[in-house]
């Protein structure tokens, strides 16, 4: 009998690489939430810490006043306000002031005629300009004239508001004073604050910084065209 050859198997076709995966389960969706959570957090405590830098970096108007006075040789005081009744007569003091030269409190119920001047001012008239929003620039005896002369120049700059006379106890130094209350001082139950600046030198920058800060902020808002030389 003849034999049979036996017909070869046929090729086994290539299998191309099978990508296993894993069926996600309770347990994976949980924590994708998580990990979501997580990054939300984190955009969340950014924007914080980013605001919160924005805000800082605007500071507050006292502490850059206070920097830009002190780079100008000045030392700036800042305490409350005192009630500011019109209990005094022309030439009275009073021993509630809080400052020297006073900047709030008792005073005189006529304020001085705004312009500048070459003798001392009555103090408790004084105190009822800066009520009234002014600032004043006094100067010691034993201030150089030429320095004078440059706090007569910054006068006549702008001379709305402002008062310019000697004040024997300053010596040789030079002092601002403004008295503010906040805009909605009717119900912001406060006196509001006042401000003393003592310098050593004249800084245009420093005493224009002072002046455009704090003028026309007093308690009484008197209109600007009112705080003119030669008006009360």
Known sequence: MARKDRV???????????????????????????LLYILAA?????LAIVLGVVLFAGGDDGEDLAVTMQAGGCELKTVPALVGAHTLGPEETSTEWNTDPPTSGPHNDIPAVYGEYDTPLRTAQLVHNLEHGAVFVLYGPQVPAATVQQLRDFYNEDTSGVLLAPYPKLDDKIALGAWTVPDDFETGGTNGRSYLATCTKFDQDAFEAFRDDLRFRGPERFPQDALQPGNT
């Open 8 to 34: 070869p198997n046929p090729p086994k076709r290539p299998q191309a690489p099978q990508r296993r995966s894993t069926p996600s389960g309770p347990r994976d969706a949980q924590r994708q939430r998580r």
């Open 42 to 46: 984190t955009g969340l405590v950014a």
